[in-house]
């Protein structure tokens, strides 16, 4: 049996972190149907991992613990990954750069369709990766454009630093002064579908965010200002997925749990605490009590005041 490739392998690697609601609210909808979302949003330093290397052919391989996972939802139409690097492509022969065929390796180490930008993490970092790969410079507005037909959190996915979107997600104000967290991560490993959360709320025109961010704040500071916040989709996820009530529960009892919520549209949930050691133990508790679900301690990502 051929060995599979790792990501040593690889002429460049591109790490795609995991992207954390620490706030949702839904504020509105498009007449296209598109929710309005106010988000708060920070990046952990966990996620799936991207190698690349020039090739005879285009080529696509998959490893990590939800590897097969995403064979088995991927069928026969190309994924995200490979959708990013088609429209790469275009861009990149539409101002005459060549865009050879290049290898692309994903280590895929977070849940699929989790709530935690898992596949649009992956594509935003083919568009970082392949600018490196082509040496191509493409216009910022040109490369947001193309973030924004992958997916609503692709841009947000791009910038990979803590920050509010707005609208359907392409409206970023970076947030330099929101400090890193120790966070567990959670999830029951069962699918929650998102039109099915969203169709599901029973108001859609809630109050958006209302604090102003440019002002520095402790974690403390932080940490009540959360409190008042909320994620609008974590109701109807909890009516839809009993798992999600059960693990919000779970976490809750951890000792030193500052703050559970879920994120996104589920089914991950969050746990903030004061020290990377109480989220190490934590995560080690909930692993013991089920082992049959996902757990990871992590750090988020400092914004870069």
């Known amino acids: ?34 929710h309005l979302l106010d988000m708060l949003v920070t990046f952990a330093d966990h996620g799936d991992r991207l190698g690349f290397r020039l090739s005879p052919k285009d080529a696509f391989s998959l490893a990590g613990r939800f590897a097969d996972r995403l064979r088995e939802d991927a069928g026969a139409a190309p994924n995200l990954v490979e959708r990013a690097r088609d429209l790469m492509r275009e861009a990149a ?10 290898h692309i390796h994903l280590r895929k180490n977070l849940p699929i369709a989790s709530g935690i930008g898992g596949g649009s ?21 040109t490369v947001q454009e193309i973030a924004l037909k992958l997916g609503a ?4 996915c791009l910038a990979s630093r803590p920050l509010i979107a707005c609208g359907i997600g392409e409206e970023i104000r970076p947030l330099p002064h929101l400090p890193s967290f120790s966070v567990v991560l959670g999830n029951p490993l069962k699918g929650v579908s998102t039109p099915e959360v969203f169709g599901r709320l029973e108001k859609k025109d809630n109050p958006g965010f209302s604090f102003e961010t ?3 704040r402790s974690r403390d500071e932080w940490l009540a200002v959360m409190r008042g916040l909320r994620n ?6 909890r009516a839809i997925c009993g798992e999600i009530f059960t693990l919000l529960e779970l976490m809750e009892q951890q000792p030193g ?9 589920g089914a991950t949930c969050f746990a903030l605490f004061d020290d990377a050691g109480a989220a190490g133990q ?16 992590i750090e988020t990502m400092a914004g870069a005041g």
């Not at 051929?2 to 498009?30: C, M, Q, S, W, Y």
């Not at 934590?282 to 301690?297: C, E, V």
């Open 93 to 102: 022969a539409s101002i005459g750069h060549p865009s050879p065929p290049v």
């Open 282 to 297: 934590a995560a080690a508790a909930l692993h013991r009590a089920r082992p049959d679900w996902y757990f990871q301690a």
């Open 214 to 216: 440019g002002a520095p």
């Open 1 to 34: 049996m051929p060995r599979l490739p790792e990501a040593g392998d690889f002429d460049l690697i591109e790490d795609a972190p995991a992207k954390i609601n620490l706030a949702l609210h839904v504020t509105g909808r498009r007449p296209d149907g598109y």
């Open 153 to 156: 959190d692709v841009p947000m």
């Open 232 to 237: 609008d989709l974590e109701p109807p996820a």
């Open 257 to 265: 749990a500052r703050l559970v919520r879920m994120s996104g549209s």
């Open 121 to 141: 993490a992956d594509a935003a970092a083919v568009l970082r990766g392949l600018s490196r790969v082509w040496r191509v410079t493409l216009p910022p507005a």
